[in-house]
């Protein structure tokens, strides 16, 4: 059987559109001689809709959709939809089979709880799936996003006697992904003796982003086919054909390609037709106008120069080389004569005020000002270049290098900045090595190096991982060298700032770790993380 993955980038409530791409590619997979095309989870409505789904006219628009499917898709389609329940009082996360003038829902998702998004608040279940054949193939068809889910789903399956199972998602990216999901579904189609054809979204929806994985898994565990990532459009294959090598992921490129794709739809999908960042010559902005500039073109990103009296000459040559190097428009905006205007004004209310972190900040708060200004007057949508390191530690101005519509780097550690600069420049070469090779600086006093502030990189992003990516003990974590002062100086910070963190802008996710997404703690929060004082255990006896 000739069967077709469609990778399929679908905008959230846009009926018309999204049925339309869905019909286009039905037709193209004709053209082709395709047997049968699978679609992924939400494929009709776009995902995620989140409250949409509890407007009743939302959810009619999409009977509607589904309507003119059944009426127009020229093969077999297996595609996610909305559905009633079996007693027409709720509504369920499905997948139908469209054949012939005729639509029949043949499952609805069986794990309610197995995603970034709550399923529960809007959906109910209604039955697993039922079998169904296509020309000799008998066929069964899941929706699972989580791995875990993915597992249990297709052992259940195979009790039903099946040739194939039929996986549909709308699974967000997260570094290690693919690698990780590949290996499940070889090991589960191998263990329970089918075959596994994987369907998940493609593209990206505030600030998640679907990498569009397709994959054809054998029985025995071999790769029969798999797509291109973070790109749209079919892969089509036959059922029976030869095993194709296994393709692995160059790491730096895939989550390169899942940041372009989440600043693009994110753009794209909310009418932003242009974007402005301010370049300061450092790591952080090189990296953010790269993406920037390969997520629209670089005839739509203008990059903003605000140099002080501390910014070096250094700085402003690498910026405007770098500006050069992506083609991008730049434009230079002197914040000296402004900053002076607010110092002179507030020194009778500063008097006997030592100058500290006031007067550092006012500089980032001007050009902030002067972003939005630009905003405003031309249309422009600002990109904050702040990054995870930072934001767990608090280390930015509110209201100032903070500010931004969109973050397309806060979910990177500080190392991971670095390591997507250095693959950037393997593509083109761009970001100049002084910016790669310097230390970070805010430049907002003399010889300010960000090591003055906070620890330094490579020892907090080891610290960060720790914590939170793998949940390690205040003791484990002091056992692999890191001093008390150094784990409680971080920890205190991260604690502290999360009152920043809520008011950060959104941001593409690429761990399992975001914050405000995975990692949420109290704002207003007591607690002071120390190592567990184990009780003293009579003699002889022995801990369970």
Not at 13 to 35: C, P, R, S
Not at 63 to 80: H, N, R, W
Not at 339 to 353: A, G, H, Q, R, S
Request: with cysteine; charged share 25%.
């Amino acid at each position: 059987m000739k069967i077709a993955l469609a990778q399929i980038n679908q905008t959230a409530g846009k009926y018309e559109e999204n049925t339309q791409k869905i019909l286009d590619f039905a037709n193209g997979a004709k053209q082709q001689n395709v047997d049968l095309i699978i679609f992924p989870e939400f494929a009709v409505c776009g995902g995620y809709c989140n409250d949409l789904f509890n407007n009743k006219d939302f959810i009619i628009s999409g009977f509607k959709s589904a309507e003119l499917i059944t009426s127009q898709t020229p093969i077999y389609t297996i595609c996610g939809v909305i559905a009633n329940d079996k007693l027409n009082q709720n509504i369920t996360n499905a997948v139908a089979l469209f054949h012939n003038d005729n639509m029949k829902v043949i499952a609805s998702k069986y794990n309610l709880n197995d995603s970034l998004f709550n399923d529960l608040k809007y959906f109910k279940f209604s039955g697993f799936s039922n079998v169904f054949k296509i020309f000799d193939k008998n066929m069964a068809c899941v929706i699972a996003d989580g791995t875990e889910s993915v597992i249990k789903n297709i052992e259940k399956a195979s009790w039903l006697g099946i040739d194939i199972c039929v996986i549909l998602s709308c699974s967000p990216y997260y570094k290690g992904k693919i690698e990780e999901l590949k290996t499940v579904i070889a090991n589960c189609a191998k263990e329970n003796a089918i075959d596994v054809a994987y369907v998940n979204m493609l593209g990206a929806q505030d600030g998640y982003v679907f990498e569009g994985l397709s994959l054809y898994i054998d029985k025995n565990g071999n790769i029969k086919v798999q797509g291109e990532t973070f790109k749209e459009g079919l892969t089509i294959f036959d059922s029976d054909a030869e095993n194709v090598e296994n393709k692995v992921n160059d790491k730096n490129k895939e989550l390169y390609d899942a940041l372009v794709l989440g600043l693009k739809d994110y753009m794209t999908k909310n009418n932003f037709k242009k974007c402005a960042l301010g370049i300061s010559g450092g790591i952080d902005s090189a990296l953010t106008l790269a993406i920037a500039v390969d997520a629209i073109g670089a005839q739509n990103v203008l990059g903003v120069l605000m140099p002080s009296k501390y910014t070096s000459q250094e700085s402003n040559s690498c910026a405007l080389e770098l500006c050069k190097n992506l083609n991008v428009q730049t434009k230079t905006i002197p914040i000296e004569k402004i900053y002076n205007v607010y110092i002179d004004e507030l020194t009778p209310f500063f008097e006997n005020k030592q100058k500290d972190l006031t007067e550092e900040n006012l500089q980032a708060r001007i050009r902030s000002n002067i972003l939005m200004a630009l905003s405003n007057k031309f249309g422009y949508f600002i990109l904050c270049t702040g990054n995870k390191s930072e934001d767990a530690v608090g280390y930015s101005t509110l209201y100032g290098d903070a500010t931004g519509g969109y973050a397309p780097i806060s979910d990177l550690l500080k190392k991971e900045v670095y390591e997507l600069s250095k693959y950037r420049n393997t593509l083109s070469k761009v970001i100049p090595d002084f910016i790669i090779q310097r230390a970070p600086t805010a430049e907002l006093r003399e010889n300010q190096k960000d090591s003055d502030s906070i620890p330094e990189y490579d020892i907090l992003d080891d610290i960060l991982e720790k914590i939170f990516d793998n949940n390690m003990k205040y003791s484990d974590i002091i056992n692999t060298g890191v001093s008390n002062e150094v784990l409680d100086r971080i920890w205190k910070l991260v604690c502290s700032s999360e009152y920043k963190r809520r008011q950060s802008p959104l941001g593409t996710k690429v761990s399992k770790t975001a914050f405000l997404r995975d990692v949420n703690l109290p704002v207003g929060n007591g607690y002071v993380w120390k190592p567990m004082k184990e009780k003293s255990l009579p003699s002889g006896t022995e801990k369970e």
